[in-house]
């Protein structure tokens, strides 16, 4: 029998077998006595491992009758305790080497979030008041201790603020910055690369969120909690989950800091702009440090794979902001149905919750129609379009003037009425001045109605974390 949505060969399970390699787990319903029990281990199996989980149901299950008792009963989803001996050596061996260490950092990446740890990482930082880190896809994670949205026309709000953040104990006052190996800023490159400790917290190396794998760690002493395990130096503890590990470390951490130990300086993170007159075009370096005093805490902050990845860099988030970024597939347009993910998520939290999508007009061509999804659901993102005339990360790797990197130019001020929109902003900012103006205006700060907010530079002006990423891409394709 052959049906539409399948090969035309009769084989009905292709997709699901398809989707085996890329899924923590698959079901394919075609019993109705344990339809029910699949369904609910898929559930566990997602939700426990944070990862995608693959269902295939026949249309002729959908309408079968199953009792509806189990219900009643929550899917258990609690997860397999670590091993009480293994853990007990991890914690004995990382307290001795915390005890020992003069010059410890934390660093944090992508995992420590997506497996739930956020609070954990805190509080290791907080009792231990080691400097900490993160990586491009661990920004985020922790409170930085950005201005908040605080009155950024206070001609003293940065001296407040700096001084508040060198003077502090809580988290912020300990964060230095974004570590990508060689390509980190040089105060953050010889601060992390000389330490004699090195806690690492769900670590994701993958050669973009590596620097091209540049780290260049100066010590041996190096601890990675990760989500299914735990590595001491060499050492490889199975089954010794970040989570309950790390937990368990919290508990006794602060017997044995060094009685010595001199709390480290964190480096210090540029927080302004040198003044600009009005009419002066935008740069990449310019922007994001002018839209790091805008965003608020709370903010959901979401970056497309490229300039908006690697901008985001070089900002400063508030405190309890929640970072998206996808570095490891890098799946241009992935951003936009991410925007309307996170929208729908926080407009159940609170209505006062801003989503913030971070987008190159590139890449906005790949998934464009989720913004009509977004006002069909009433929701409303910030929308920055990145216009640079294209791909700009793909002019700097291989191909500046090639015709392939061009894109065909829309008007993105006309996208919202075009979906239907009927309360929206939309607006194109060109230079430092038009900038400003729109950052300090308080109704614009206010999440009330989708907006779409075109921002313009020059086709090959990008940031200097992508610069140098671009090189070293371009330099692994020559196989050099």
């Not at 769900?202 to 760690?217: E, K, R, V």
Request: hydrophobic share 40%; net charge neutral.
């Amino acid at each position: 029998m052959i049906l539409h949505h399948t090969l035309g060969n009769g084989d009905f399970t292709v997709f699901h077998k398809m989707s085996e390699s890329i899924c923590q787990t698959t079901a394919f319903l075609n019993d109705i006595s344990t339809a029910c029990d699949e369904i609910d281990r898929c559930l566990k199996v997602a939700y426990t491992n944070q990862r995608p989980v693959y269902i295939a149901i026949p249309s002729n299950m959908v309408d079968m009758k199953v009792t509806s008792t189990r219900l009643e009963k929550p899917i258990d989803l609690s997860v397999v305790p670590n091993d009480e001996a293994s853990q007990k050596e991890v914690i004995d061996r990382v307290l001795t080497m915390i005890s020992k260490a003069k010059s410890p950092v934390i660093l944090v990446d992508a995992c420590a979030s997506r497996h739930n740890c956020k609070d954990e990482v805190q509080q290791l930082v907080e009792i231990t008041q080691f400097p900490v880190f993160v990586t491009p896809m661990g920004k985020g994670t922790i409170d930085e201790g950005g201005i908040g949205g605080e009155d950024i026309t206070d001609p003293g709000i940065f001296t407040k603020l700096d001084t508040k953040l060198s003077s502090g104990s809580n988290v912020a006052s300990r964060y230095g910055g974004v570590y990508i190996g060689s390509l980190s800023k040089p105060e953050v490159k010889n601060t992390v690369e000389n330490a004699d400790l090195v806690l690492s917290c769900g670590a994701l190396l993958s050669d973009f969120n590596t620097g091209s794998f540049s780290y260049s760690l100066g010590t041996k002493n190096i601890v990675e909690f990760h989500s299914d395990h735990t590595k001491v130096r060499r050492a490889i503890y199975p089954g010794t989950k970040m989570k309950e590990a790390m937990q368990a470390l919290n508990s006794k951490v602060s017997s044995v800091i060094r009685k010595n130990y001199t709390v480290q300086e964190v480096p210090k993170l540029k927080l302004a702009n040198t003044p600009a007159p009005s009419g002066t075009p935008l740069t990449q370096i310019w922007f994001w440090t002018r839209v790091s005093s805008w965003f608020k805490e709370s903010d959901v902050i979401i970056t497309e794979t490229g300039t908006a990845a690697h901008g985001i860099l070089e900002t400063r988030f508030p405190n309890n902001v929640v970072g998206i970024s996808q570095i490891l597939w890098g799946s241009i347009g992935f951003s936009v149905g991410a925007a309307l993910g996170a929208s729908m998520a926080a407009k159940e939290m609170s209505s006062n919750k801003r989503v913030i999508l971070f987008v190159g007009d590139g890449s906005l061509q790949l998934t464009i129609q989720e913004i009509s999804t977004m006002i069909k659901n009433k929701v409303n993102p910030y929308i920055f379009v990145l216009n640079n005339g294209g791909y700009t990360i793909e002019k700097l790797i291989h191909g500046i003037d090639a015709q392939y990197n061009n894109i065909q130019p829309w008007n993105h001020l006309q996208i919202l009425p075009l979906f239907g929109a009927t309360n929206y902003q939309a607006e194109r900012i060109t230079t430092v001045g038009e900038t400003n103006e729109l950052f300090d205006d308080p109704s614009f700060a206010t999440n009330d109605k989708i907006r779409l907010i075109e921002v313009m530079f020059n086709p090959l002006d990008a940031p200097i974390a992508l610069v140098k990423q671009a090189h070293f891409a371009a330099e692994v394709n020559k196989g050099k």
